[in-house]
């Protein structure tokens, strides 16, 4: 098992930062992976980014590329999602996950997940 807390939301103005954290605990490798998706009202949940626990290997959705970033402890406790230039677009609620699939895009990949965290970014 698995348990993933999500915190650092909020809302903010466009071109605001925020940095959300995921503290992970339980059965965790450091050949896992984590991701961080996002779901908005009436869509569908999309991959924002993902990081092997290693750290070693970080993968964006493009549109975030440039603006957020992924990292994690040396302990691989706690994951990070730093964004930038947020736009309203970005709003949503964030989702961490771990997947035993480092590098992995897909959310039916991901077998444990927190239970989100909600960012508005008005303009």
């Known amino acids: 098992q698995v348990q993933l807390v999500e915190s650092g939301g909020g809302d903010v103005q466009a071109g605001d930062s925020l940095e959300l954290s995921c503290v992970a605990s339980?059965?965790?490798?450091?050949?896992?992976?984590m991701g961080w998706f996002r779901q908005a009202p009436g869509k569908e949940r999309e991959f924002v980014a993902g990081?092997?626990?290693?750290?070693?290997?970080?993968l964006y959705a493009e549109s975030v590329q440039g603006r957020f970033t992924i990292s994690r402890n040396s302990a691989m406790t706690t994951v990070y999602l730093q964004m930038n230039s947020l736009k309203p677009e970005d709003t949503a609620t964030y989702y961490c996950?771990?997947?035993?699939?480092?590098?992995?895009?897909?959310?039916?990949?991901?077998?444990?997940w927190g239970q989100g965290t909600q960012v508005t970014v008005t303009s």
């Open positions: 339980g059965r965790t490798f450091s050949s896992d992976g």
């Open positions: 990081i092997s626990w290693s750290g070693i290997m970080t």
């Open positions: 996950a771990r997947t035993p699939n480092s590098g992995s895009r897909r959310a039916g990949e991901y077998d444990y």
